[in-house]
Each structure stands twice: as structure tokens, then as C-alpha cells.
């Protein structure tokens, strides 16, 4: 059963991740919101099953784990196995 919190959870991390997608090619635009991007990595850690093993920003961990920006070898043997797991979300 989809609960309303889940429901609205899921829409802030779309929206979040989408207004991510929009700073690319609008670079003078608006970050999200912080709240947004703690709702994007509390579901991919989710996803994932742990807290990712990086110290990447919210931003970048939502463009690695979703696609949108390609890992560097050295991110991907920090990951270890779990860097093919990515994208965790697309």
C-alpha cells in the first residue's frame, strides 16, 4: 500500500532530482531545496541499502546514482561492487 507520506516523497524526489536537471543547462538558476536533496539521498541510500561510502553533496550523489553524471574510476573502486548497482533510479 502506497501511503499519502510515501506518495508525497516520492514526488519531492522526482521534482528534486528533474529541478537538478534544469541547473545543467541553466546554470544561473536555483539550487533545490535542501530538504529536497536530503529526501533524494534518504531514498538512495534507501535504494542502496546503506548511506553511500563517498563524501559526495546531495547534488552530485543524486546525478551519480541516477545517471546523469558518469563515476571516475576512483569513485567507482570506492563503491566497489556497488557501482554497478548504478543508476539506482532513472
Do not use: K
Not at 531514498?43 to 561510502?53: K, N, W
Amino acid at each position: 500500500m502506497l501511503r499519502a507520506g510515501d506518495l508525497l516523497t516520492t514526488l519531492a524526489v522526482e521534482a528534486t532530482v528533474h529541478h537538478l536537471d534544469l541547473t545543467v543547462s541553466l546554470p544561473g538558476a536555483a539550487r533545490p531545496a535542501p530538504e529536497g536533496l536530503a529526501a533524494v539521498r534518504a531514498t538512495l541510500d534507501g535504494l542502496l541499502g546503506r548511506p553511500v561510502p563517498l563524501d559526495w553533496s546531495d547534488e552530485h550523489y543524486a546525478r551519480a546514482a541516477t545517471g546523469r553524471a558518469p563515476l571516475t574510476q576512483e569513485e567507482r573502486r570506492a563503491l566497489g561492487s556497488d557501482a554497478d548497482r548504478l543508476p539506482l533510479l532513472s
